[in-house]
């Protein structure tokens, strides 16, 4: 069965936004329409066995997710360190996993400079205590970074951020554990850092 596209080559359908770190994983869902992301869980980050990159691309199959957003964060400067490096380590884990399953969904990597900071901000307005934010703060963030995705692919008409593919079994493995003949490759013209996601 084939998702529809939209005719700027974006898929049409329910989306998951992921939001990377070295403890937790935040996940968000948006609807059939992809006109609003909401939190929908965090988990807990197994770099070991790599369980909650299976519990994703399970859920994916099993809500007939189109496409799969994971954020980028780079610095306010638009440079990637250590934590852009973990999360396109992890978007390729996902797209490994989609692919041993035998499932076409598209991982992008897409921008997400201060999502966090903004997650925590929107949780205080809404008097949340700190002390609970770090339950739902990673899945509020994996919301803001899906909802600047699926905007921005409607406000440009075409797809967004930076498509990560599969490493091929036969090639041999880089630096760091990762192909080194995969990259993730813009699919727009005019990034997605060039909104800085200043919220």
Do not use: W
Request: hydrophobic share 40%.
């Amino acid at each position: 069965m084939t998702n529809p596209v939209a005719a700027g080559g974006y898929p049409l359908g329910v989306k998951l936004g992921v939001d990377v770190g070295t403890v937790r994983v935040g996940v968000a869902v948006c609807d059939r329409d992809s006109i609003l992301a909401t939190p929908y869980k965090t988990l807990d980050r197994n770099a070991k066995k790599n369980s909650d990159v299976r519990v994703i691309a399970g859920l994916a199959e099993e809500l007939g997710a189109v496409q799969v957003i994971v954020g980028l964060p780079r610095t306010m400067k638009g440079e990637e360190h250590a934590s852009a490096r973990m999360a396109t380590d992890y978007a390729l884990l996902l797209a490994a996993e989609f692919s041993r399953r035998g499932l076409a969904v598209p991982v992008n990597l897409v921008d997400e400079r201060l999502s966090s900071v903004t997650a925590h901000r929107n949780l205080h307005e809404a008097g949340m205590s700190s002390r609970d934010h770090r339950k739902v703060v990673d899945q509020v963030a994996a919301a803001g970074i899906l909802q600047h995705a699926i905007d921005m692919q409607k406000a440009r008409g075409a797809d967004v951020g930076s498509r990560v593919t599969a490493p091929s079994p036969s090639v041999a493995k880089g630096t760091g554990g990762v192909d080194e003949s995969v990259h993730a490759t813009p699919v727009d013209t005019a990034q997605s850092s060039d909104n800085g996601r200043q919220q």
